[in-house]
């Protein structure tokens, strides 16, 4: 009777990260409205923004099941894949990029990113800056520094320096990774690394000797235009 006589149909409720408030709800749009202001003003402003966020790579992630689904005829037996369990073995990307690629980045190894490593990734990526950014030596004041609400990133420590260094920062609405690049740029890069097997973090990382099938993978397609040797790895 639920399904013929009243149509209805029974579905699990949608998971959602948070539950917003009315009042980050205007957040948000009082971010996007001011965006859009600042790109209607000029729109060359999209180039003064660098963003950063950090995120997990495992040694060996495995493929999805979407990513295993296969054309069959009509009768056919579906494929079978052996499960595998996701590796323990991970390592910490952190990204600085901009509209004409990375500007900074490091791999750390078996850390949780806290104040005090970010002031000194801070630290080294604003070196990066002046070196890679002709336009910020000549006026840093435009260049605006785009990350989300991580307690990392809003530490008195971290925006101690921000200011000292003459940074400035790009407001970031919380609970929104639909508005940071960096939340389009990882499932992208994790999506091309599934099913690789690196066996070691250095492979992973693209930071020493490696096989020729590691050449296409994910992580160097990142570094378009620069040198595909990354930096040391940071242990604990």
């Known amino acids: 009777m639920l399904h013929h006589d009243l149509e209805l149909k029974k579905k699990a409720p949608k ?3 948070h539950d917003l408030t009315a009042f980050d709800h205007w957040r948000r749009l009082a971010f996007a409205f001011n965006m859009l202001d600042q790109f209607a003003a000029d729109p060359r402003c999209l180039q003064w923004i660098c ?8 040694v060996y ?13 009509h009768g ?8 595998r369990q996701q590796f323990c ?7 600085f990029f901009d509209h004409q690629g990375l500007v900074h980045w490091e791999f750390f190894q078996g850390v949780t990113i806290n104040k005090e490593h970010f002031h000194a990734v801070l630290e080294r990526a604003h070196k990066s800056l002046l070196l890679r950014r002709a336009k910020v030596r000549r006026n840093k004041s435009e260049y605006l520094l785009h990350m989300d609400n991580a307690p990392a990133h809003t530490s008195r420590l971290a925006q101690d320096f921000l200011k000292d260094s003459g940074w400035q920062t790009l407001a970031h609405p ?3 990774p639909d508005l940071s690049p960096a939340d389009f740029l990882f499932p992208k890069l994790k999506r091309l ?34 040198d595909l040797q990354m930096p040391s790895v940071h242990p604990i």
């Open 89 to 95: 073995r991970k390592v910490m990307l952190i990204p």
């Open 76 to 83: 056919g037996n579906r494929p079978q894949i052996v499960r």
């Open 51 to 58: 963003t950063t966020d950090e995120s997990w790579f495992h």
């Open 193 to 226: 690394l599934h099913g690789h097997n690196f066996q070691n973090i250095q492979n992973l990382t693209v930071s020493g000797p490696r096989p020729p099938e590691y050449h296409s993978t994910a992580v160097g397609r990142l570094l378009p235009g620069l």
């Open 15 to 17: 998971l959602i990260p």
């Open 174 to 176: 919380p609970y929104s």
């Open 61 to 73: 992630d495995p493929r999805p099941k979407q990513l295993n689904m296969a054309w069959l005829a």
